[in-house]
């Protein structure tokens, strides 16, 4: 089947413009969480949506937001674009987030993003 | 809290075996993972142990968990130049309120085999 796909692969954004990225889990996963990772602060939670809700939510600010479709896909939105925001942002989807099966996250490749 | 720690680089040489090292804070955890992340790509699962488990072997990965001291490990045996990747650990939280879990990773473990 399938896996989970992010897009674009690349993008460059000048200082002050948004962004939305995109996830297309994989096919019967509910849940979905996005991480922006960055070579000093490695692999950082930014929120978790599952059934078009976010039930999770990491240390970011009100810039990053995100949303589900109810076909599971998802996106994230960033807002006032800032040189920090340069990272390769993950995306990763599971069937439903509980128990040991369940809790399996499978990766997107990401999307690379460049604020200059 | 929630905290996953790793020592950020490990190098070692072909043939070797390597040990890459995660401590957590959070007693919890119900599973514990090693993912695998090499260049331009998304993080791949490895290996994973239950909370209850003290070792774990599949072929060349044996893992290692010291649940007293919150202690994980990931050994690699007869290390491979195809194994340099970063590697992280994470904890699995089962959130009560949401009966649900939530993952926390640690920074990763870049490995670098050299010949």
């Known amino acids: 089947k399938a896996g989970v796909t992010q897009t674009p692969r690349y993008l460059i954004k000048t200082r002050g413009q948004q962004v939305t990225l995109s996830c297309s889990p994989i096919?019967?996963?509910?849940?979905v969480s996005w991480y922006q990772q960055t070579p000093g602060q490695g692999l950082q939670f930014l929120f978790e949506y599952f059934s078009e809700t976010q039930r999770n939510k990491g240390n970011f600010p009100g810039r990053f937001s995100g949303r589900q479709f109810s076909n599971s896909r998802s996106e994230m939105n960033v807002s006032t674009l800032e040189l920090g925001d340069s990272a390769l942002y993950l995306c990763?989807?599971?069937?439903?987030?509980?128990?040991?099966?369940?809790?399996?996250?499978?990766f997107g490749q990401g999307t690379r993003l460049t604020v200059v | 809290g929630e905290d996953v720690e790793q020592s950020l680089f490990l190098s070692v040489r072909e043939g070797d075996s390597s040990v890459i090292n995660c401590t957590y804070t959070?007693?919890?955890?119900?599973?514990l993972y090693w993912y695998k992340q090499e260049p331009g790509a998304g993080l791949q699962l490895l290996t994973y142990i239950f909370s209850n488990m003290d070792m774990k072997q599949d072929q060349r990965l044996t893992v290692l968990l010291n649940k007293k001291d919150k202690h994980l490990s990931l050994r690699i045996a007869d290390t491979q130049t195809g194994d340099s990747a970063i590697y992280f650990c994470a904890e699995s939280l089962l959130m009560f309120s949401g009966g649900y879990n939530k993952l926390i990773f640690g920074a990763g473990t870049r490995l670098a085999v050299h010949p």
């Open positions: 959070d007693s919890s955890s119900t599973y």
């Open positions: 990763a989807s599971s069937l439903t987030g509980t128990g040991k099966m369940n809790t399996e996250a499978f």
């Open positions: 096919s019967g996963h509910r849940s």
